[in-house]
């Protein structure tokens, strides 16, 4: 029998109290005692994709001229950025595809702020430290850059000589005044220097971005700022001044910061842009579709009355079969769902019908660890064990089959998830990883949950009449 029985048991209660707490739950508040302040704040709500609860649907097109040739490797690489930036975490269903040769559709299912989303994909996420001398411009002007022009070190500013008039063009320059072009910047370096990309507080909570840079980018930031103190180095993304800090000092360490009257969601927005690089291609926004989730609400309806169906069979089939410890099998499933469901919801898996497939596979694979032990034990009662002796034999004996059978699970899994990241098939991911954790799961209750369950009940009860208790 185990050692520490009740230990197991304890602990066994306290996980399920934990997950029954965040199953019932929409968000987990943790307040301090002392002042009534927040320490701890997640949303726990349920996260359905876009075949389930509807969502956004977004076209996208290479922003070319219609002879600009546009190669399949570019579009590829921009759809695995964009498939990085809306999804950083990896446990979201966005599905992001590239459809023909300059066209990319995106479903994001159950957007709460679609414009946030639609910002971060159209931006092309261009980031550049230019020189603009004395002149601190504005956050949110544009400026003009040499940035990508045939000129390796254009001045700065360098004003641009008036247009040539066109013969018979009119002329609505007033009388006096030079029509300019306005004044070209020097890029010293550009977003391709960075090395890491963060979201930081500064010392009045104020949100700002944290960046370092490679060895290369830190020794250009070093010799720039070296060269202009007093000078304004101003900050652009994507054409756009984000803040023009004066430089005050040498800056050796290759680390720095953005600043700005920034909120959270615009700081992250950014870091984000920045920490997944610049698009290979511009792209504008063809059209957007909000997904009613009509067909996805009967779908889920169908899926949870067969689920439940399923459960019941199948509940029937181990108390009828296994008796005893088929009670026991059935209790320990329960809680392997319960806990299952939490974790999905605490690490805010979308869940879809592939990945609700992926969980019901993972399902049968918490099945099979129990009907193996119960089958070993079965076969040390028939040969003359004491009930003591079959459990403890059943169990080690059924181990490495148990052991054996997860593993593989976890590792066809891991390579499901691989291809589904590397190929864009985020429905492949979505299925792998709910497997994979479920199957996880699944192992933790075989080990823990059920071989606890099972002995407990039989330090309390001890059945005269083995044939009946347990179907031998």
């Known amino acids: 029998m185990i050692r520490n029985l009740t230990n197991r048991v304890v602990i066994i209660a306290v996980v399920l109290l934990l997950a029954i707490w965040i199953d019932a739950s929409q968000s987990i508040t943790i307040l301090n005692p002392l002042d009534d302040s927040v320490l701890f704040q997640r949303s726990v709500s349920p996260r359905l994709g876009l075949d389930l609860q509807g969502g956004l649907q977004v076209l996208l097109e290479a922003d070319l001229p219609a002879g600009a040739s546009v190669t399949a490797d570019s579009m590829r690489i921009a759809r695995d ?11 979201s269903e966005n599905l992001i595809t590239v459809a023909g040769e300059r066209r990319i559709v995106g ?3 159950g957007l709460e702020d679609a414009q946030s989303v639609l910002n971060i994909i159209t931006q092309a996420g261009l980031l550049e430290f230019v020189d603009t001398g004395d002149y601190s411009p504005d956050a949110g002007l544009t400026l003009v850059t040499d940035f990508g022009e045939a000129a390796e070190e254009p001045t700065a500013p360098t004003p641009a000589a008036p247009p040539t008039p066109t013969p018979g063009a009119e002329t609505t320059t007033p009388a006096g005044e030079a029509a300019a072009e306005p004044p070209t910047f020097h890029t010293v370096m550009t977003g391709q220097d960075l090395a890491s990309v963060s979201v930081a507080t500064d010392d009045l909570g104020g949100y700002q971005i944290s960046f370092s840079l490679t060895s290369d980018g830190a020794s250009i930031f070093a010799d720039h700022t070296a060269a202009n103190v007093g000078k304004y180095l101003t900050i652009l993304l994507d054409k756009q001044v984000v803040s023009s800090p004066r430089i005050q000092s040498e800056i050796p360490s290759g680390e720095g910061t953005i600043t700005g009257n920034f909120t959270f969601e615009y700081a992250n927005e950014v870091a984000q842009l920045l920490r997944y690089g610049s698009l290979p291609v511009p792209l ?14 009967e779908s889920l309806r169908r899926s949870l009355l067969a ?25 320990s499933l329960l809680v392997y769902g319960l806990i299952a469901f939490a974790v999905f919801k605490y690490f805010r898996f979308t869940l879809t019908l592939p990945s609700i497939a ?3 596979l993972s399902t049968g694979a918490a099945l099979d660890a129990n009907i193996l032990v119960f089958e070993r034990l079965k076969e040390e009662l028939r040969e003359g064990k004491t009930l003591v002796q079959a459990v403890d034999q059943g169990w080690s004996r059924a181990w ?7 593993l593989a699970a976890m590792i066809t899994s891991a390579i499901l998830f691989w291809f589904g990241r590397s190929f864009g098939a985020t429905i492949v991911k979505g299925f792998a ?3 994979g954790f479920g199957v996880a799961i699944s192992l933790f209750t075989a080990i823990l949950v059920t071989r606890t369950l099972l002995s407990f009940t039989l ?8 044939e009946f208790w347990f179907g031998i």
Request: aromatic fraction near 8%; charged fraction near 20%.
């Open 81 to 91: 950025i964009l498939e990085q930036r809306t999804n950083p975490q990896g446990g």
């Open 107 to 109: 479903e994001f299912p």
């Open 284 to 297: 504008k926004i063809v059209e957007t579709r909000i997904v009613g989730p009509t067909l996805g609400e």
């Open 307 to 331: 689920g439940a169906v399923g459960l019941a069979i199948v509940a029937s089939f181990m108390i009828i079969y296994y008796r005893l410890p088929g009670v026991v099998a059935v209790i």
């Open 358 to 360: 992926g969980f019901m």
């Open 400 to 406: 490495p089959s148990i052991r054996d059978s997860n």
């Open 433 to 435: 990883l709910t497997l």
């Open 459 to 466: 330090s309390r009860f001890r059945p005269a009449r083995l």
